[in-house]
């Protein structure tokens, strides 16, 4: 696939990165030109320019920049995005007396915000759940199994090529549901991220069924 990726930071590189490894064509936009074309050097993608030229590059547009400035970005760029698979893979989190809390209130989500903002592209929330350092290596099979990557979508084409990106890496796609689902799997990160930052491993809170009953 053709993909253009909106961001130049750690996420960008990563998903990018790993993208470019799995033999896909990959186009960095970003606001700061030498940051795009810095990042395209590194991860050896096909070109790099503007978000403008990331969001009409190709089938699927990732949204690779702080959950704050997502919607805002996917309304510049609405009309280049219509039609495309737009993955959103942000954490809209901060810090509270209690834990990480999500910033977003009132059951909204930061994808449905992205699919307000740009209402002919077919979001995505994929990707959110690992640390960015996962995405540069190949994943750790457990137990036999590849991990999972959940994603929640409306539209199943765009569903379709969210498998076609996370097989060719290596994992497993987990469907999470539709993207009225995106606010729980945006709620998982804040747990786990939470638990992860207190020292633990949110890993051993969900044991398989079997394991449970035995």
């Known amino acids: 696939m053709r993909i253009g990726v909106m961001g130049t930071g750690a996420m960008a590189a990563a998903l990018g990165g790993a993208w470019v ?17 810095a990042l ?7 070109g790099h320019g503007t978000p403008a030229g990331a969001a009409a590059y190709g089938e699927v547009a990732l949204l690779a920049v702080p959950a704050s400035a997502a919607p805002d970005l996917a309304r510049e760029h609405a009309a280049a ?3 495309r698979t737009v993955v959103d893979c942000t954490n ?35 990707f959110n759940l690992a640390h ?16 999972a990557v959940p994603f ?40 786990a ?3 992860w930052w207190a020292g633990g491993s949110p890993r051993l809170a969900f044991p398989e069924p079997a394991a449970a009953a035995s």
């Open 21 to 37: 490894r799995a033999g896909h064509e990959v186009f960095v936009g970003g606001r700061d030109a030498a940051a795009a074309a």
């Open 40 to 46: 395209a050097g590194r991860i050896g993608a096909a």
């Open 81 to 83: 995005l219509a039609g």
């Open 92 to 126: 809209a989190l901060e810090p509270g007396p209690g834990g990480v809390m999500l910033t977003t209130r009132g059951g909204r989500s930061v994808a449905g915000l992205i699919a307000a903002a740009a209402p002919g592209a077919h979001v995505v929330k994929a």
């Open 132 to 147: 960015v350092s996962v995405w540069d290596r190949p994943p750790v099979a457990r137990d036999g199994a590849a991990p």
């Open 152 to 191: 929640c979508a409306d539209d199943p084409v765009a569903a379709g090529r969210a498998e076609e990106l996370i097989t060719g890496m290596g994992w497993s796609p987990m469907p999470a549901g539709g993207l009225d689902r995106a606010g729980y799997v945006e709620a998982t990160a804040a747990f």
């Open 193 to 195: 991220i939470g638990v």
